[in-house]
């Protein structure tokens, strides 16, 4: 249960770094580094598994979403 918590964590730290590093690719505009769309590319790669894994974690219960305030 804390792997998987540590898992998303990590993915969404990953998922941060990607984007400042497309922002400064994007600011810089340097045609001798990769390309903006390389970092953004991962991210939406690095958010799909996030998703993914968490409805798998949900649906064999390992973790548990809140309950309804209401």
């Given amino acids: 249960m804390l792997l ?3 898992l998303i964590g990590g ?3 990953f ?3 990607n984007l400042f590093k ?3 690719v994007m600011l810089k505009d340097d045609p001798e580094r990769p390309p903006m769309t390389k970092y953004i590319g991962r991210r939406v ?6 998703i993914g894994l968490i409805v798998l974690a949900m649906a064999t219960g390992l973790i548990t979403p809140n309950p309804r305030p209401y």
């Fill in 45 to 50: 790669i690095v958010s799909a598994i996030v």
């Fill in 11 to 13: 993915l969404i730290l």
């Fill in 15 to 17: 998922m941060i770094f």
């Fill in 22 to 24: 497309a922002m400064m």
């Fill in 4 to 6: 998987v918590k540590i």
